[in-house]
């Protein structure tokens, strides 16, 4: 592969970036809209988890046949774990997030609409799974703004981080 990330990689990145922002803008915006635009949020919060999900996956194969590029200078053992851990929480993270919504919208028992199609549902309602489901999915997104803020971090401080190694070694030079 090289030293660099594939095109594809860095494109859905970005995507995925994109996406969560506008599923969580979808959630946090809809109480200031009139009430009558309440299910195209949801479908655009719905939808935008739909395909956040497939791209997450497809991530996880892409890196197969693309693993991650080294980093030089190499970081110390301790960084390199902390940044597999974050990676490992972020994909479980927005594979979860999807998965729980789509199983708590089946359990609601009545239509429910992803990207301008119906979808299905079960016969009937289960209140009780849904009321968990809810609570584990409004948990988790709530984690998400943790999780988000702080790879955010990481990514802003390794950068600097490369920055000053090159710096050292270009003035050295």
Known sequence: ????????????HWLV????????????????????YRPWFNMTHVSCGITILLLMVARLFIRLKYPT???VPRPKPMMTGMAHLG???IYLLFIALPVIGLVM???????????GIT?????????????????WH????????FVIGLHAIAAFDASL?????????????
Not at 17 to 36: C, D, K, N, Q, T
Not at 105 to 115: E, H, I, S
Not at 119 to 135: T, Y
């Open 69 to 71: 590029p080294p980093i």
């Open 87 to 89: 990676h490992l929480v």
């Open 161 to 173: 981080f490369l920055e000053r190694q090159y710096a050292v070694t270009d003035d050295a030079a």
């Open 119 to 135: 979808m299905p549902h079960a016969a009937e309602a289960n209140f009780e799974r849904v009321d968990m489901l809810k609570s």
């Open 17 to 36: 970036f994109f996406l969560v922002i506008v599923a969580y803008a979808a959630m946090e915006l809809r109480g200031f809209a009139p009430r009558s």
């Open 1 to 12: 592969m090289g030293n660099k990330y594939s095109g594809l990689q860095i494109g859905i």
């Open 138 to 145: 409004v948990t988790l997104a709530n984690l998400g703004y």
């Open 105 to 115: 919208m089946y359990n609601r028992g009545n239509p429910w609409v992803a990207f």
